[in-house]
């Protein structure tokens, strides 16, 4: 069993990644695929290294760089999923009065 340290976050560490931005017609995405068995967790940070990327309107890219992934603390997890569980919750909206909200 791994034992969590609820304070104090993992030392941070970099891994060569690839990039893919794509602004066309058809899609309009950006995608970083991490080299390696990574599992990325709630809370974790991943910066991509390099200058900023601009496309104009109808190119692809594809290119290799280098992360920093920078893991999160078992406060912070929980923090993360407790935070994202209550803002998913103020999608929600259920009524049961017959007539019909303004």
Known sequence: MT???WLRAPKSYDLPCRIEIEQTHDY???HVELDGDVEIQPGDRVLVHGEPIKLAFGEK???RRSATIQPASG???LW???A???NLQ????????PRRML
């Open 61 to 63: 890219l594809s290119e």
């Open 90 to 97: 103020e999608l929600y909206e259920v009524s049961f009065t």
């Open 3 to 5: 034992q969590v340290n």
């Open 80 to 82: 993360t999923r407790l």
């Open 28 to 30: 309009f995405h950006a």
């Open 84 to 86: 994202a569980n209550l």
């Open 75 to 77: 406060l912070m997890r």
